[in-house]
Each structure stands twice: as structure tokens, then as C-alpha cells.
């Protein structure tokens, strides 16, 4: 074979210089989720319940009970095999994290296929400039999972001829009912989509196929529920219980979700603008499609989603986490954004002025650096990463400088109780020995104290302290029940009876049902009304 001469006039063809910007942008995308990588402490949470069942204790916290204290069954799950693999639990999940965040974008650059200089200013820009975006693209936490389902979903409704009739519904409530057992709440941005379109499928000949299709896809929600109320004796999370049966009003939930949506325009400014445009356009498209009398369009069904989810947000008090439960909504919002924006893609004029704009943009986004504000402020919302900073994040990551060597880690290391009351669970429970038992306070890990209202009248959202019941400490060392309140002892009996008895006992199946039907709530209610001052809220 003839060699060519270093000055060949052969013609050499390189990339054209859109795909080099986007390529660049991809790069520089990469290296801000890694300079913003951490983990939260919260996630050690679940991250303990991974490390039991890999060891053969289940799907447990404190080894001798059976309570889901995670929100996210498809994200541990998912972390089961590389933990098997690795067991070591911090950069595990950041690869697992950043695996999910990679997908996510290059299936939403597929998605529309829009011009380099367009997904540049309209897509990568966002996201580089949103901190609820770039903070929640690891953590340890169920987000990444979610924005990778959430556009796949997206990817599976636009692409329609793609799919017959049946497969295309079955995977529309395949990847739903995923996204579900991921974490359930997110079911909302999907359901409007997954209502339209069987109500619509229903009216065509063969009725019955839709329903078939759907409720096939839904199978690994109804499965995860069936497993929930066998294993653990309840279809909703431990946590549900804890932060919303906490006997706050429903007033002060709204009033608290109002302040964390305050804290997003303070904080993200990015993310609102995007998110309240996606919003309007949304309302003016119903509105549109309702007066013409149109099909419902993609977007439509989508945006209702959206704005079902921000209201659910509202609901339940936010977090206090920010920009947690807004890093979602937001890349759904730039999806939608660049979805209705599609028609101009091609018009040179934009091309010029996007590229133009994306660069000097993402030029003042780089310097100067945002400052860090880690303190807990009034409202009770805090940036999460920022306060763990120093031992969480992957750049101060070292032998000396890590999750294990924080202050909660190392007092885990030294306990040697059986039983210890605390308040903070997340590190002190997952380098603990297994053979402790904790008493979480907030209730998010302790079945009882989850059902209990809380017992103060200052509280921060996300963190309802209860009040511990007398001899309930003597009852969870020994299961001696003779020092609890007679009523208290009752509910407490069947609800112990239910996590900590055998599987398949007939009795405890018969409890599950008996308890899930309020047949119990009565020993509980009687409890508060003798013990008024341990629930100052209630004004009994």
C-alpha cells in the first residue's frame, strides 16, 4: 500500500465546526456535573438498606425489621449489582448517577434533532446554568433515574410511528410505571399522557387491546405494590408517614410549599424562568386547543404533568433540600421549551443570534464562580450541598477528607449500645454496627414514631420530631410491652407483629389487612387523646 506523503494534497474532510461546538458543549457539561458531584447525607438513608441486603438481612434499616425507609425501590435496586461488584457505596453511585445523567442527554439531543447551535442555547445552556439541575445530577439521591425515565418517556411519546398501536402503549406504561417505583409521586408528570391516550384508543375497534397494553406495562408498579404489602405490610413508604401524618395542617403545608417555590426564584433563577414558561405556554395551549377544537398535542399533555407536579410540590411543603423537587420539573420544562420552539430550528437568523448568545452566556456562567451559602436558613431550607461541602464532594475528596471521615461516620464506629436514640440517621446508621437498633426520632426510619403527631411546635420541613413514647425504648431492647400505655401497647403489638413476624404466618397477613383498614387506629387515637401535652399541634 502506498504510504502518503505528510503534504498529500489528497482532500481531508473534518467534522463540521457545529458538531465541534456541541461535541466542546458536551465536554464542559460532563466537567460541571463532576465539579459539582457529592452525595447527600440522606442518601445513606437507603444506602444502609443496599448494604443489608447485599449482606443477606433484606431489604431492612435495623436488621430485625421489615420497614421500607427509601422512596426510590428501582434506584437501590439498581445500585444492587455494581455494590455486589464494588462494595463501596461513594462512587458507586456517582458513576451509577452519572451514567443515568449521560443517557438522559443524549437521548434528549435525539429527541428533536435540532441544530447544534439551537440545542446549544436552548437545551445545554439551561442546564449548565441551573443549580437545582447541576447539584441533583448526582447526590446519591433518585434524581438522575428520573430524568433519564422522564425523557425516554418523552422520546417514546413523539416518536408514535415508530410503535403499533398495542406496543406503543404497553411502552408508555412500561416506562411510567417504572418511573413510579422509582419514586411514585413522579407518576404525575405521566398520567395525563397515559389517560388521554387509552380514553383515546378505547373508542377504535378491539376496545379491550389498550386496556391489555396498559395494564401489562404497568406491571412493575403493580408487582413493587404487591411486594410492599406482603414484605413490608404497606404500600407506601415509611417516609409517607413520617413527613406528611405529622398532624400539621394542610395550611401550613401550602404556606411552607409557597416558601420553597420563593426559594427557587431566589436561588435559580434559570430554572424558574424556564419552568413558568412552560407553564404559560401550557395553559395557552389548552386554552388554544379547547376554542379550535384541536388534537391534544404532545406538549399539551406533558405540560398538564408539569404543572400537576409543581402543584403536588406546593402541596406537601416542598423540601428542605433546595431545589430538590425542582431539578425534575425543570428539565421537563427545557424539554417542552424545545419542543414548541421546533419550527424555527431552521431559520438561519436564529442559528446566529443562539450561538452568539450561548457563548457569551455560558462565558458569564463560568466566571466568576456562584458563591456557596451552607447555612440552614429560616425557612428551614438549606443548601444541602454546599453545607456538606467539605467531606461530600467528589473535588475534597481524599484519604483524609471523605464521607467516612465526618463527624456522624466516626461517632458510628464507636457505639457499642444496642439501642440508640437519635435524630440523625443517614452516616451514623450506615457505618454503624448492624447489630444496633436506632430509634429515629423523626420517625423516617421507626415505624411507630412515624404514626405519631409530631411533638413540638417549631419544626423544620423534612424533620418532624416526635415526642418518645415512655417504655418505648425498654419495648424496642427487650419487646417487653408492659411499660407503654396500655392503648399505645395494643397498636404497637400488631404493628411490631407486622414487621418483625414470620413472612408467610397467616395471623401477620391477616394483621396487614386488618391495619391497612384503620381496624387499629383507634388504640393510636386514644393514646393522643390521654398524652395531650406530647402533641402540642393537635390542641387537644
Known sequence: MKKLSPHSNQTQ?????????????????????????????DAYISFRTLDNFINGYGLTWNVEQRVQVFTHP??????????????????????????????????????????????LALFLIPLLLSKAFMEYTTSGLE?????????????????????????????LSFIAA????????????????????????????????PLLAMTLGALPLIFWELFSIFYYGFFFPNTAYAKLAT??????????????????????????V????????????????????????????????LIFYCLYIVRVGGDFMTGRFWAAPFFLAVLLINDWL??????????????????????????????????????????????????????????????????????????????????????????????????????????????LPIGYTSWRIGHFQRVLPNGYEEACLTGKLDQLSPPLANYYQA????????????QRLKLIIAFNLGQYDGYLQEYIKQHPQDFPLLNL
Request: glycine fraction near 4%.
Open 178 to 209: 417504572l418511573a413510579a417505583v422509582n419514586r411514585l409521586d413522579t407518576l404525575l408528570f405521566y398520567l395525563p399522557a397515559l389517560i388521554i391516550n387509552f380514553i383515546s384508543y378505547s373508542r377504535q375497534p378491539r376496545h379491550w387491546q
Open 274 to 305: 424556564f419552568i413558568l414558561s412552560a407553564i404559560i405556554a401550557t395553559l395557552f395551549t389548552l386554552y388554544q386547543t379547547y376554542r379550535q377544537r384541536q388534537a391534544i398535542a404532545v406538549q399539551l399533555v406533558m405540560g398538564i404533568g
Open 143 to 171: 434524581t438522575p433515574l428520573t430524568f433519564f425515565l422522564l425523557v425516554l418517556f418523552y422520546w417514546i411519546l413523539v416518536n408514535r410511528d415508530r410503535f403499533s398501536n398495542f406496543s406503543w402503549l404497553f411502552a
Open 74 to 119: 428501582l434506584w437501590l435496586f439498581l445500585h444492587v449489582p455494581f455494590y455486589w461488584i464494588t462494595h463501596e457505596v461513594y462512587f458507586t453511585t456517582l458513576l451509577i448517577s452519572i451514567l443515568c445523567d449521560i443517557g438522559a442527554i443524549m437521548i434528549a439531543i435525539q429527541l428533536f434533532r435540532a441544530p447544534p447551535s439551537f440545542t
Open 495 to 506: 404493628l411490631h407483629y407486622i414487621i418483625a413476624g414470620p413472612l408467610f404466618d397467616w
Open 342 to 451: 421546533r419550527p424555527y430550528q431552521r431559520q438561519p437568523e436564529w442559528r446566529n443570534y443562539l450561538t452568539g448568545a450561548g457563548l457569551l452566556i455560558t462565558f458569564l456562567m463560568i466566571f466568576p464562580k456562584a458563591t456557596i451559602d451552607s447555612k440552614i436558613t429560616a425557612t428551614g431550607i438549606a443548601d444541602e450541598r454546599g453545607y456538606y461541602l467539605a467531606t461530600h464532594s467528589l473535588l475534597n475528596y481524599n484519604r483524609y477528607n471523605n464521607p467516612a471521615t465526618h463527624d456522624w461516620a466516626l461517632a458510628a464506629t464507636k457505639i457499642r449500645q444496642t439501642c440508640v436514640v437519635t435524630a440523625s440517621i443517614g452516616m451514623l446508621g450506615y457505618y454503624a454496627p448492624k447489630s444496633t437498633t436506632f430509634i429515629d426520632l423523626w420517625g423516617i426510619t421507626d415505624p411507630l414514631l412515624a404514626r
Open 13 to 41: 474532510t473534518f467534522p463540521p465546526f457545529d458538531t465541534i461546538l456541541l461535541a466542546g458543549f458536551l465536554g464542559i457539561l460532563l466537567y460541571v456535573i463532576l465539579i459539582n458531584a457529592w452525595v447527600t447525607e
Open 247 to 272: 398532624g400539621l395542617s394542610s395550611r401550613e403545608y401550602l404556606l411552607q410549599g409557597i416558601i420553597y417555590a420563593i426559594d427557587l426564584i431566589k436561588r435559580d433563577p434559570v430554572a424558574t
